[in-house]
């Protein structure tokens, strides 16, 4: 026994110094494989990064063209309650009445008076309370300035004051800067509200034009929506042109200052064709998609249109002034 085991223990060593072939790659089998995988994921690469750039354009042309609709119809809602909408003229004549009348960033473009529903504001009896309306006016800006919190493509910005509920009894509070009792303290005017006087000699025109503010210090506009394009109709390219408004209206777009050293007449972005006589105005809009993805060469071209989309809406107010 003990020599059997002797025996395969003596034939296991001399196998074990056989010299045993090992497998693996060359160093040219791996180099082949190298340049291969190259030209294979290579292309693939490519395109991946092409999809996804693309994705992200299309993304940024859809976001534009959504906030700009967006935009568009959060301003004919507001203008549906207008009684009253200020042409080129209007805009000139209250423009010191409005926030920071001499800064060159911004412009009016679209003001106007409406009638605002109030809520379950006045008390009948007990706890039942009924709904009533106040007046406001309203400014819709075209602003373009360095601020960098917002693009660098141009915004636009809504501004308000409104009237309080009066007291229809002698009870009532006090409001800072008016005179006259208000139901509550929530209910009371805006800094810088003042009501238009329709009283005297004198037509609506005339009268409204005449409006000057309360002598509180009025809130500042707050930005209703970015990516609003800001290229000039002096560039080459131009960018696309105001149209000519219809029989009965006239174009906004205030020319009184510079815009940012620009004439105002040169932005095409947003302006308004407004028939003050029939409280009606159509409101233009074009969006700047491509500021979503880049800081620089932000300016309209015709093969980049598709960045620049537009929208249009007429609306007529529906609102009264009423008047004795």
Request: charged content about 20%.
């Amino acid at each position: 026994m003990i020599k059997t085991l002797k025996c395969l223990l003596i034939s296991q060593l001399k196998c074990s110094k056989i010299p045993q072939e090992i497998g693996g790659f060359t160093l040219i089998e791996l180099l082949v494989g190298m340049i291969i995988a190259v030209l294979v994921i290579t292309p693939l690469l490519g395109f991946m990064i092409n999809v996804l750039s693309t994705d992200r354009q299309e993304q940024a042309k859809a976001n534009s063209e959504q906030e700009v609709q967006a935009a568009l119809d959060y301003i004919a809602r507001d203008l549906q309650q207008a009684i009253y909408i200020y042409d080129a003229a209007g805009v000139d004549a209250i423009r010191n009445q409005l926030p920071n009348p001499t800064v060159t960033d911004r412009v009016p473009v679209l003001v106007f008076w409406k009638r605002e529903l109030v809520k379950q504001a006045i008390t009948i009896t007990g706890i039942q309370k009924d709904d009533t309306y106040v007046y406001s006016l309203i400014a819709y800006y075209l602003l373009k300035d360095t601020n960098s919190t917002w693009s660098n493509a141009a915004r636009i910005t809504r501004w308000q004051i409104k009237d309080g509920v009066a007291a229809t009894t002698g009870a009532g509070v006090d409001c800072v800067g008016h005179t006259g009792k208000y139901i509550s303290s929530d209910y009371c005017p805006s800094d810088g509200f003042a009501l238009f006087k329709l009283d005297g000699p004198g037509t609506i025109d005339e009268k409204m034009n005449a409006w000057l503010k309360g002598s509180a210090t009025p809130p500042s506009p707050i930005v209703l929506v970015d990516f609003i394009d800001q290229s000039l109709s002096t560039n080459s390219p131009p960018p696309p042109s105001k149209i000519t408004c219809p029989t009965g209206s006239t174009l906004v777009a205030p020319n009184t200052v510079n815009f940012n050293g620009r004439d105002t007449f040169k932005m095409t972005s947003f302006y308004a064709c407004v028939d003050r006589v029939n409280t009606t105005a159509q409101v233009f809009l074009r969006g700047n998609a491509l500021a979503r993805l880049q800081n620089n060469n932000l300016d309209y071209t015709p093969n980049k249109s598709t960045y620049f989309p537009t929208a249009s809406i007429r609306v007529q107010g529906r609102g009264y002034l009423f008047t004795r």
